[in-house]
């Protein structure tokens, strides 16, 4: 019922920006969570970050803390990951992905129940 397109990936170098979004439609989006994920080749997929749309305050991945910032639009049916200070080790595909409610573990990736179709993230030296 809910669609998520992320759009914003692409190349970038070594200690340079991305911003990512992630739009929803198709649904109610004020008691979802939403979050973003990332797997890199012969890794598991990861939490980023994640939001409760209700909330102010997004959890962060250790590794991300102090360089990515989630933000989400007044009405929570787009969320955005401000990604600074790239590092090699954060090339991925990101999924955005929304769960219902707030979630106990809102970086992991079973508590969600849609997901988008990824955007690539390469950084390079």
């Known amino acids: 019922q809910v669609q998520l397109e992320e759009s914003g990936g692409g190349s970038a170098q070594a200690g340079g920006s991305l911003r990512l979004s992630c739009r929803g439609a198709?649904?109610?989006?004020?008691?979802?969570?939403m979050g973003w994920f990332r797997q890199a080749p012969g890794k598991e997929r990861e939490g980023v970050a994640a939001?409760?749309?209700?909330?102010?305050?997004?959890d962060y991945a250790e590794s991300v803390k102090g360089r990515f910032t989630l933000s989400q639009d007044s009405a929570g049916n787009t969320v955005f990951l401000q990604m600074n200070s790239l590092k090699l080790e954060d090339t991925a595909m990101y999924y955005c992905?929304?769960?219902?409610?707030?979630?106990?573990?809102?970086?992991?990736?079973?508590?969600?129940?849609?997901w988008g179709q990824g955007t690539q993230v390469t950084v390079s030296s």
């Open positions: 992905a929304a769960g219902y409610g707030r979630l106990a573990r809102p970086l992991s990736q079973w508590e969600y129940h849609y």
């Open positions: 198709g649904g109610t989006y004020g008691a979802y969570s």
């Open positions: 939001i409760y749309t209700g909330d102010a305050t997004p």
